[in-house]
Nanobody, 126 residues
Framework: VQLQASGGGLVQAGGSLKLSCSAS????????MAWFRQAPGKQREYVAG??????????DYADAVKGRFTISRDNAENTMYLTMNSLKPEDTAVYYC??????????????????WGQGTQVTVSS
């Protein structure tokens, strides 16, 4: 499975961006996708995750982005999105997407993903 993240860029504080993560290859069974980010000098952190359900998808968010970011997934296109509103300078980071064929998820934040994208830079100026 290959993941291609895109959509990053430079935006002023308060602005919006929409990231995309396109999955290709042997994507059958990929039921759990997530976004992580890593700022300079900091550890990678969980941003949001989405689990594909039978009829609806289940979304989860880190406290730092709740109410501002929205994760979504187009199952037919094997693409995940992250719509980021009200961006803050502290959101500046490289954003990575991850995917897995999850059997049992104890915590979405600490799940060990099988596949990772290359990252896309998001820079929020003050």
């Amino acid at each position: 499975v290959q993941l291609q993240a895109s959509g990053g860029g430079l935006v002023q504080a308060g602005g919006s961006l929409k990231l995309s993560c396109s999955a290709s290859g042997s994507v059958f069974g990929i039921n759990f996708m997530a976004w992580f980010r890593q700022a300079p000098g900091k550890q990678r952190e969980y941003v949001a995750g989405i689990i594909r359900g039978a009829t609806t998808n289940y979304a989860d968010y880190a406290d730092a982005v709740k109410g501002r970011f929205t994760i979504s997934r187009d199952n037919a296109e094997n693409t995940m999105y992250l719509t980021m509103n009200s961006l803050k300078p502290e959101d500046t980071a490289v954003y990575y997407c991850a995917a897995a064929r999850a059997v049992e998820i104890t915590t979405m934040e600490h799940y060990e993903f099988d596949y990772w994208g290359q990252g896309t830079q998001v820079t929020v100026s003050s």
